[in-house]
């Protein structure tokens, strides 16, 4: 089946610093990827729509400055989370999907973000 | 999306069939239904989706009322590993945009 990849599976950082995210469909091109976040005990919440070769969509509340995607390439959308807080501390996760359509959402496994 | 309504916990004993309920009585005619698992800190999996006929794959089947109102997943021998969380959707754009993930049903496999 298809697979998405996400790197790094884990990161800790220092407060004031940024973290990039990398989301690659190793299989398939992707025109658009999904980013979500979980913090603990939650349920997922999309934060933006990355499409390829055009501006993200961001959801309601979340604050296009601070989280940047850049989806540069058909098979890459990175997700920069840009003077990172303690707040910001979460489980990223992405996704793709092979075809606009009614087929399954693929995701990554995840990146754990911890800000010191 | 459709609303979706999920009991927030299950058990279930490990060999047995796990019947994983989902509502979601406000979806339209052309709204499908998916199913995904979230193993502890891990991302969501696919696991089935379907319309109006029932559906069967090699991890689970999923039987839709016949008014579409309500349907179950069924994961007929369980395994520790299935223990997960698990979500019922329904998007109203087509399957794999953008989805909203409700809380699931957190399901436990009994040794």
């Known amino acids: 089946g298809a697979v998405v990849s996400q790197h790094p599976s884990w990161v800790i950082c220092k407060s004031g610093t940024s973290v990039k995210i990398e989301c690659r469909s190793l299989?398939?091109?992707?025109?658009?990827m999904f980013w979500y976040r979980q913090f603990p005990k939650q349920s997922l919440m999309l934060m933006a729509t990355?499409?390829?070769?055009?501006?993200?969509?961001?959801e309601q509340g979340v604050e296009k400055d601070k989280f940047l995607i850049n989806h540069a390439s058909l098979t890459l959308s990175t997700l920069t989370v840009t003077s990172a807080h303690p707040e910001d501390s979460s489980f990223y996760i992405c996704?793709?999907?092979?075809?606009?359509?009614?087929?399954?959402?693929?995701f990554g496994q995840g990146t754990r973000l911890t800000v010191v | 999306d459709a609303k979706t309504t999920q009991p927030p916990s299950m058990d279930c004993a490990e060999g047995r069939a796990a019947n994983l309920p989902c509502n979601h009585s406000?979806?339209?005619?052309?709204?499908?239904v998916y199913w995904y698992r979230q193993i502890h800190s891990q991302g969501p999996q696919y696991i089935i989706h379907?319309?109006?006929n029932n559906e069967t794959n090699e991890m689970a089947s999923l039987i839709i009322t016949e008014d579409r109102k309500s349907s179950t997943l069924i994961l007929p021998h369980a395994t520790l590993r299935d223990t997960a969380v698990y979500y019922c959707?329904?998007?109203?754009?087509?399957?794999?945009?953008?989805?909203?993930f409700g809380t699931g049903t957190r399901l436990t496999i009994i040794p």
């Open positions: 996704s793709a999907s092979q075809d606009r359509g009614i087929d399954e959402a693929f």
């Open positions: 299989d398939f091109q992707a025109t658009t």
């Open positions: 990355s499409n390829e070769g055009s501006k993200a969509t961001y």
């Open positions: 406000t979806i339209s005619g052309n709204e499908y």
């Open positions: 379907g319309l109006k």
């Open positions: 959707i329904a998007p109203v754009s087509f399957g794999n945009e953008k989805l909203t």
